[in-house]
């Protein structure tokens, strides 16, 4: 009941900020009413799928301080669990996305132990190690479709299935994915105000300190690494039947798992609205460039340099994020 | 046996080779704590810069060197004054995600420019020619260079960093630059520097690469991997730790050629059909992380 009423308490933001996040909800909830190219229902599925990973990076990596660039290996153990479940034994979403998730954190513990061990650049190295280590191996297990990957017959079911998530409109997959992300939202309200919240702050600010004061840092990270890879999994086994074909290239790729701290860190890693600002100003950018100047104009790779540009301006010069601009245009008000 | 002479000989080549890669981002690391994302794009452009000096004037790609080490001194020396003296100032994550994003900028305008399509010498002096010396080993021409110029470079930039002033100067402005701010060194001017010479050695390294290896816009990552991980296992920072990681590496990417065997002898039937070839970056990683484990500092680093 208390977590409950914590998750729920949002008091601590000015009004404002709450007044625009409402607004943006109801907007949120409202946009398949208004009419919409299939493009933009797709763009806008893709930005609930990276808010949410985001999220699950931002516990770790916002709120932590440990660059983890290997969240992508999550993606690819709960796609592929949800993918294998279903075609293997047509084992239904709501059961295996539970599995995949269990897997990714048993996972996650196993390789978390060493991990934290290390510091810095060596912990950020190694974690694109172990991912891609993992995808490797998934592009020759045979069991998971090798490099061809797996691929859902969306004709063999009747859609709509809401047990196994296979519907025909993407509508329904949205207002999933759009409850998924209002349940990650208020977990993470509850996330920073927990315990363990607390303790990550004081281990990114000064992780001798944190130890002094009682704080099993060790212990710590892992915990915050496990809810992280769990987010990260769910989000992924959403993404496998959503887009009903997976292969180890496109769900376990370095570059999933570096845009994952970048919606995070564009947004503003370590508060609470920072993956979802991240992911609401890259996704559509990245796939609107994509569509008007890679596919239209014929120009290729000139939509990835704008967004590499980007990337570099706000990490040079603003590296809290969109937020921290809009933190400090507040203060400068205020005074 | 022969394979594995064979494999050993071919790995310590390819170790040269990849030391001199490494030799950049260990360079950029040790002076001012960052790692660059964009180093395999170095590379990539380095390639480019052998293969399209040696079209146009139809020189042999290997006197083209110092055409590509002047576009990578430029090129870093750029980086550094127009991005990275800026990203220095935010935390480690916003510096990772900066290079990356240069790497992602740099790639793409190779795109924009040169294409999608592999392209590969077919020409020069060395191109194609190779050497049986018995047991096995076949010793090809380009390799060899390459790692004797590897050798040669790893012995200019040693000698620069201990025997000039200049080079004391850049192992003051790595050890405390504060310290060396107030001894007079221009700090600034020496990030600058180690930018210069990093990119320097690296576009070195890839206007050598390009005798044995296709170039397209994509095949940086790969490379910045592997200068990760020698890198890492060298020691961040250290110039000798980079050359002795860098055969380590080289010999655990050509060893699992020697594999194949087991393979055959052992039908693994979990597995797709490919060999166990393709599997060479793979143990690489495997091995970063077990010697991070064992000494997380790598084998001769020195900064934490």
Not at chain 1, 133 to 145: A, I, Q, R
Not at chain 1, 303 to 312: A, E, K, Q, R, S
């Amino acid at each position: 009941m208390e977590a409950i009423r914590n998750a729920l308490d949002f008091s601590d933001f000015p009004k404002t900020d709450l007044g625009v996040a409402l607004a943006v909800l109801v907007f949120l909830f409202c946009f398949p009413f208004f009419p919409h190219s299939a493009f933009a229902m797709a763009t806008m599925i893709q930005f609930f799928i990276f808010s949410l990973y985001g999220m699950g990076w931002n516990t770790i990596g916002g709120y932590g301080g440990q660059v983890d660039l290997g969240k992508a290996q999550y993606v690819g153990i709960g796609a592929y669990t949800t993918m294998v479940c279903l075609l293997r034994w047509d084992i239904p979403f709501w059961v295996s996305m539970p599995i995949g998730a269990g897997l990714s954190i048993c996972w996650s513990f196993i390789i978390g132990y060493p991990l934290f061990k290390l510091k810095g650049h060596y912990f950020a190295i190694a974690t694109i190690a172990t991912s891609l280590v993992l995808k490797d191996l998934f592009e020759v297990w045979k069991f998971v479709g090798a490099a061809r990957g797996l691929g859902i017959l969306p004709y063999k079911y009747h859609p709509p299935d809401f047990w196994r998530l296979i519907f025909k409109e993407d509508v329904y997959y949205y207002y999933i994915i759009f409850a998924f992300f209002i349940v990650g939202l208020l977990y993470m309200n509850w996330f920073r105000k927990s315990r363990l919240g607390y303790q990550l702050r004081s281990i990114k600010d000064n992780e001798e300190v944190a130890r002094s004061l009682g704080v099993n840092v060790h212990w710590a990270k892992i915990k915050t690494y496990a809810i992280a890879t769990a987010f990260v999994s769910v989000v992924g086994s959403f993404h496998a039947v959503y887009v009903k074909n997976i292969e180890p290239e496109d769900t376990m790729s370095l570059d999933i798992s570096i845009l994952i701290a970048l919606m995070a860190m564009l947004g503003g890693a370590g508060s609470l609205w920072g993956p979802v600002i991240g992911a609401g100003v890259l996704i559509p950018l990245k796939s609107y460039l994509k569509e008007w100047l890679g596919a239209a104009a014929g120009l290729l790779g000139i939509d990835l340099i704008i967004y590499g540009i980007i990337i570099m301006i706000i990490s040079a010069f603003e590296p809290r994020g969109l937020w921290g601009i809009i933190e400090k245009i507040r203060r400068r008000r205020r005074i | 046996m022969d394979i594995l002479f064979g494999s050993i000989v071919s790995g310590v080549l390819i170790g040269m080779v990849l030391a001199l890669v490494a030799l950049g981002l260990t360079i950029i690391f040790g002076v001012m704590d960052i790692v660059n994302f964009a180093h395999g794009e170095f590379l990539m452009i380095g390639m480019y810069t052998g293969l399209l000096t040696a079209q146009a004037t139809g020189m042999d790609p290997l006197f083209c060197l110092p055409v590509a080490a002047a576009v990578g001194f430029v090129l870093g020396v750029l980086c550094y004054g127009g991005f990275v003296k800026y990203l220095l100032r935010g935390p480690m994550i916003a510096q990772l995600l900066g290079t990356f994003g240069l790497m992602l900028v740099l790639r793409n305008l190779a795109l924009l420019f040169f294409g999608s399509e592999d392209r590969a010498l077919h020409h020069g002096l060395l191109v194609g020619k190779s050497f049986d010396i018995g047991m096995g080993i076949i010793l090809s021409a380009t390799k060899l260079a390459t790692a004797v110029l590897s050798i040669l470079s790893f012995g200019a930039v040693w000698l620069l960093m201990n025997r000039t002033k200049i080079g004391k100067a850049l192992t003051a402005t790595a050890l405390n630059r504060q310290g060396a701010r107030y001894m007079g060194i221009p700090t600034e001017r020496m990030n600058m520097l180690a930018w210069g010479i990093g990119g320097a050695t690296v576009t070195i390294a890839g206007a050598l690469i390009v005798n044995f290896w296709s170039v397209t816009p994509y095949v940086g990552l790969i490379f910045t991997m592997i200068a990760f991980t020698v890198v890492a296992l060298g020691g961040f920072g250290s110039v000798p730790g980079a050359f002795f990681a860098g055969l380590v590496v080289g010999l655990i990417m050509e060893i699992p050629g020697f594999w194949d065997f087991f393979q055959l002898s052992f039908a693994i039937d979990w597995m797709a059909d490919v060999p166990m070839i393709s599997f060479k970056y793979t143990w690489i990683y495997v091995a970063y992380f077990v010697i991070m484990l064992i000494s997380p500092r790598g084998l001769f680093g020195w900064k934490q």
